[in-house]
């Protein structure tokens, strides 16, 4: 509709803005009640706007030609991780406070070297036959690693036996429908809970182009992305999953990659073909994580301290904000 | 009359609580004492009947009779039973004496299966409880769609092979990995002979370091130097003799890889001795390529 222009109200000092000038009043489409001929007149106005758009990339384009050498750099295009809102509790490389705290977190018995990983994959009961075929795989990927059934055991329970057996993460994989859709990893002389919900579980048979199968080395860890606090503590979650020492030989590598809060598990064998070249090929299953709430202590759903959880109210409402 | 209500409901005309399956007729009036539509069983169609039913936990024995049946509001009388299973059943018995023998036995058919139920329900609540999540299917799509979009925008390969290098460049690798003509010049500086182990030491402190200053722990050391991994070199270096030295290692290797992973200590002590081979055979090699 046509706009009219008002003289900008403020001090009487200066002379009243320049009245705007009325052209004919346009309609907006959206007013025509014929639907037929509201949709082309849409449509018209569509094409319009592609031309118009056409327009003004070719000239931009020719004067970017014309200009040459000194043309202005081309503008970066927004990406949703360049437009993400700023998480201020994003790590700085240098932080002294996140070096101590993690110098003294539950983690740090790990990194110091004093214990050696070992690690119990269990799931939900009665497991189906993909569950179980994916717990077997993921026990090869995973050195010092053991499955074991469920068969309706309470996780309370397992736990003290687990600690008291020298195990330090337990693996609890939930399944629903046949297919494993959850993930709980539990740090275990009470170290935090991480429930995470998984997606796109593919099992070794059905990645295409998969090499052989993982050997006994100990494969490498790469954490990508994880940059939060948050990130940070999940990150040494997973990579005190692994022990220390990863074997070179065996040219195997686990990825943990956080795109956008959602971290996908890649574990491939590489090969260095030259110094500026690198072969990869997938073995190994691979699934994708979402982090759904973190824990402080083990497993305890009703009487647990939570540090993080996600509630989808208030940590969704923006599409930029991510929190891992 | 009964024979006129069953005449009526039972057979020929509708009644609401009659449910019909293909082999069997049930009845879902609240009163009845089997569940199923029949004659002896329908609470409408007997002037004088009785059902057990449990509230809360606590079973009650319900009895009609004819008297009655001109005051809908006190047609159904209610007994408490005692928790106790064999009193219970005694005062069932003492309850409905001079009762026709089916309802009798029926009613105490349906108290002891009420009754266990009730043990079973106790038990249940002590273990586990699976506490179902119902999934909301837009929320379910949305963060499908979210994930494709951040798979693709993730690169992973690209991602890793780029991480890869990186570890390359920073000597994570240590000597495993032979590229004369690499970028970082400044580390065959500090020794001629890359196959030597004693730049190991020097190496292993490097990487140290390296490890340490990093933000993300990635839970790696530099190993020993680890000859089985020449056959991994597929480079071309300077010279033909040293391509001649990789094919020979490669083909010698291959037949190892398999058994690499079992036999670890002894392999290691094993190529560098064949490297000193290697320097002795070149000039056989040369003068057969000669």
Known sequence: ?324 | SPQVVWSMLGNRQFCSYKMTTKTQNFCRNEYNLTGLCNRSSCPLANSQYATVREEKGRCYLYMKTIERAAFPRRLWERVLLSKNYEKALEEIDENLIYWPRFIRHKCKQRFTKITQYLIRIRKLTLKRQRKLVPLRRKIERRENRREEKALIAAQLDNAIEKELLERLKQDTYGDIYNFPIHAFDKALQQQEAESESDSDAEREEDDDEDVDKREFVEAEDSELSDFEDMDKLETSSEEEQEEEEEVEKKASHRKWKGKTPLKGPARRKRPYIEIEYEEETEPSTKTKAA
């Open chain 1, 1 to 324: 509709a046509g706009e009219g222009g008002a003289p900008v109200p403020g001090d009487g000092a200066g002379p009243p803005a320049p009245q705007r000038v009325l052209f004919p009043p346009t309609f907006s489409v959206s007013e025509i009640k014929n639907k037929q001929r509201r949709h082309f007149m849409f449509l018209r106005w569509k094409q319009q706007q592609r031309k118009e758009k056409l327009a003004l990339k070719k000239k931009r384009r020719k004067e970017r030609e014309a200009l040459g050498d000194k043309a202005p750099p081309k503008a970066i295009p927004k990406t949703i991780e360049n437009q993400r809102v700023y998480d201020e509790t994003t790590v700085d490389p240098n932080d002294e406070e996140v070096a101590f705290d993690e110098a003294t977190d539950e983690f740090a018995p790990y990194f110091n070297r004093q214990t050696v990983p070992k690690i119990l994959i269990t799931t939900s009961d009665r497991p189906r036959g993909r569950t179980v075929r994916f717990c077997e795989q993921l026990a090869t990927v995973i050195p010092n690693s053991h499955v074991y059934y469920r068969r309706g055991l309470a996780l309370k329970r397992i736990i003290p036996q687990c600690i008291a057996r020298d195990f330090t993460d337990l693996i609890v994989i939930n399944e629903d429908r046949k297919i494993p859709n959850g993930l709980v990893l539990s740090h275990l002389p009470d170290g935090p809970t991480a429930h995470f919900r998984m997606s796109s579980v593919r099992l070794r048979k059905e990645i295409k182009r998969k090499g052989k199968e993982p050997t006994e080395h100990i494969p490498e860890v790469i954490l990508n992305n994880f940059t939060t606090r948050l990130g940070h503590s999940i990150g040494r979650m997973f990579a005190a999953l692994f022990p220390h020492n990863p074997q070179f030989i065996g040219r195997q590598v686990a990825t943990f990659h956080n795109q956008r809060d959602y971290i996908f598990f890649r574990f491939h064998r590489y090969i260095f073909k030259s110094e500026k070249k690198v072969g990869i090929q997938e073995l190994g299953p691979r699934f994708t994580l979402k982090l759904r709430s973190l824990q402080k202590g083990t497993f305890d759903s009703k009487f647990g301290e939570y540090e993080w959880i996600h509630k989808r109210r208030e940590m969704d409402t923006s599409r930029r904000k991510f929190h891992l």
